[in-house]
Antibody, heavy 119, light 110 residues
Framework: QLQLQESGPGLVKPSETLSLTCTVS??????????WGWIRQPPAKGLEWIGT???????YYNPSLKSRVTISVDTSKNQFSLKLSSVTAADTAVYYC???????????WGQGTLVTVSS | QSALTQPPSASGSPGQSVTISCTGT?????????VSWYQQHPGKAPKVMIY???KRPSGVPDRFSGSKSGNTASLTVSGLQAEDEADYYC??????????FGGGTKLTVL
């Protein structure tokens, strides 16, 4: 059973880069069995897919965020990460790391971490 | 504004059935059989209840069922129970490796 845990700063200043890490346990991030991704949820709002990475390193991003997003994998630490540049208050949200054996839905979720963008 | 349209709220009494709709276009819901539904209780991470329109993951009660007609997908919860009270989100593949969500529906068990 996969378990995911997000970590990173809870407060980021406007125009800076948001950086989060997801630590995976119960499975290998190098496995071809899984896709790894990020989803966010602004306070009291709905879910938004940010992007997905496959074990091969192939990435897929939400077109509306693509210019600011980078998702990468660190196989030595069994982690994957999210970087979102040039953040504004609109990027304030709970960020979830997710995984699945399918690209099209998400079976495993981290508990989520709130990131606030404020000076 | 979300790509998929859901009613903001739905309700039903214990034991009744409730259906939540998720309307998209021929470029997402109508074009692919990759609609999924998520349940989210307050302060918790979402949980997948239905995937590929009508498939249930192991452990999800068979009271939950999914269907699709044209550009609209539906989640039906039969035999409503108090613990079904939650927010529900639909999601669909939208082509070009893009995934979109609905705005969410708050289900109240009266």
């Amino acid at each position: 059973q996969l378990q995911l845990q997000e970590s990173g700063p809870g407060l980021v200043k406007p125009s800076e880069t948001l950086s989060l890490t997801c630590t995976v346990s119960g499975g290998s991030i190098s496995s071809s069995n899984y896709y790894w991704g990020w989803i966010r949820q602004p306070p009291a709002k709905g879910l938004e897919w940010i992007g997905t990475i496959y074990y091969s390193g192939t990435t897929y991003y939400n077109p509306s965020l693509k210019s600011r997003v980078t998702i990468s994998v660190d196989t030595s630490k069994n982690q994957f990460s999210l970087k979102l540049s040039s953040v504004t208050a609109a990027d304030t949200a709970v960020y979830y790391c997710v995984s699945s054996g399918s690209y099209f839905h998400f079976d495993y979720w981290g508990q989520g971490t709130l990131v606030t963008v404020s000076s | 504004q979300s790509a998929l349209t859901q009613p903001p709220s739905a309700s039903g009494s214990p034991g009744q059935s409730v259906t939540i709709s998720c309307t998209g276009t021929s470029s997402d819901v109508g074009g692919y059989n990759y609609v999924s539904w998520y349940q989210q209780h307050p302060g918790k991470a979402p949980k997948v209840m239905i995937y590929e329109v009508s498939k249930r993951p192991s452990g999800v009660p068979d009271r939950f069922s999914g269907s699709k007609s044209g550009n609209t997908a539906s989640l039906t919860v039969s035999g409503l129970q108090a613990e079904d009270e939650a927010d529900y989100y639909c999601s669909s593949y939208a082509g070009n490796n893009n995934l979109v969500f609905g705005g969410g529906t708050k289900l109240t068990v009266l």
